[in-house]
């Protein structure tokens, strides 16, 4: 009913990670099969309260030499405190299902601080109890995620939402939401030029996006898209955006959320900026669809100036796109 264990106790950095080896050479040499890890938690997890798995004592980057190391070896390592993703999944379900209960047509979650396994565990028990409503799972770019097989951040994060979507189709997820979490510091879902605070490439986009339709799920981008980003998003094909920054301007803060300090602005959705998006989104869409010099659509990068001209056009090239379908 039970295994022996291994526990450690480690610091920081480098030291923690050879601490970690050792316990594992000792794991190995007595037939011990688990590690467990335990120490003081890094400042980058405890100030997002906490991170995945063992990134809230190690660097992603030397958990996943960690990660290699026990493989090799044949012991599972894991952190001490583990979650509930039961718990959790019960937690979910309580708040999408007062969204349910509002009569709307979604509701979206977050998965993190979650590894990818503790995430499919939340995952199948919301799925068994929203059968015929769909509950989208999400996933944040700028955390990554963290796998018995590995880590899946920086370079490697169109690798983890690869992986993800997979998990997802397991267990017939219809719709999922890729965003960014920690905006404060500037972190965007679409990465144009050398952008350091962008991180996706248009061709990642693309390719997750068509993943996702193989699979059956519709995938729902988000994280700080301006106009000309949505244009782009369009001519991608993509499922669909989920907006607000773009779409809204800045209002002061009042009533419950006063006393938010790290709240500096609220937002407030406004006509213009939705009608501004919708245009950009179908321009970038019908450019790669309708071949036609004479379409609003052959312009490559729309400027403010041309947003009136496209509403005036768009109809037409819609049509000519329904004539071209059918």
């Known amino acids: 009913m039970h295994r022996i264990g291994l526990n450690v106790r480690i610091g920081w950095g480098s030291k923690g990670r050879d601490a970690v080896y050792r316990a594992i050479d000792l794991?190995?040499?007595?037939?011990?099969?688990?590690?467990?890890?335990?120490?003081?938690?890094?400042?980058?997890?405890?100030?997002?309260?906490?991170?995945?798995?063992?990134?809230?004592?190690?660097?992603?980057?030397?958990?996943?030499?960690?990660?290699?190391?026990?493989?090799?070896?044949?012991?599972?390592?894991?952190?001490?405190?583990?979650?509930?993703?039961?718990?959790?999944?019960?937690?979910?379900?309580?708040?999408?299902?007062?969204?349910?209960?509002?009569?709307?047509?979604?509701?979206?979650?977050?998965?993190?601080?979650?590894?990818?396994?503790?995430?499919?565990?939340?995952?199948?028990?919301?799925?068994?109890?929203?059968?015929?409503?769909?509950?989208?799972?999400?996933?944040?770019?700028?955390?990554?995620?963290?796998?018995?097989?590995?880590?899946?951040?920086?370079?490697?994060?169109?690798k983890g939402v690869a992986a993800w979507l997979r998990v997802m189709a397991k267990h017939k997820v219809e719709v999922v939401l890729i965003d960014t979490v920690d905006k404060s510091k500037g972190w965007k879902l679409f990465r144009t030029g050398d952008d350091p605070k962008g991180l996706l490439r248009p061709q990642q986009i693309s390719r997750l996006a068509a993943l996702g339709e193989s699979l059956g799920i519709k995938v729902l981008w988000a994280g700080g898209i301006t106009g000309r980003q949505a244009y782009e998003l369009g001519k991608l094909g993509v499922f669909g955006i989920y907006v607000t920054t773009a779409a809204a301007s800045a209002v002061p803060v009042k009533g419950q959320y006063r006393y938010d300090p790290g709240m500096a602005a609220g937002k407030r959705a406004t006509f213009t900026g939705v009608l501004n998006v919708k245009t950009l989104l179908e321009a970038g869409y019908l450019s790669q669809r309708v071949k036609n010099e004479n379409d609003a659509t052959a312009v490559e990068v729309p400027s403010e100036g041309d947003l009136v001209r496209l509403s005036k056009t768009l109809p037409a090239a819609w049509r000519k796109w329904w004539r071209t379908i059918a």
């Open 27 to 158: 794991a190995h040499a007595t037939g011990i099969g688990d590690v467990s890890i335990d120490g003081v938690v890094r400042k980058e997890a405890a100030r997002v309260g906490s991170s995945p798995g063992l990134s809230n004592y190690l660097a992603p980057g030397l958990v996943a030499q960690v990660l290699r190391y026990a493989q090799k070896k044949g012991v599972r390592v894991r952190p001490l405190e583990q979650v509930d993703p039961e718990t959790v999944a019960r937690s979910t379900w309580s708040a999408l299902n007062t969204v349910r209960a509002m009569s709307l047509h979604l509701g979206k979650y977050g998965l993190s601080p979650l590894t990818l396994e503790e995430s499919e565990i939340v995952v199948k028990q919301v799925q068994q109890w929203f059968p015929d409503w769909p509950a989208a799972p999400v996933f944040y770019v700028d955390q990554g995620i963290i796998a018995r097989s590995g880590v899946y951040v920086g370079h490697n994060t169109a």
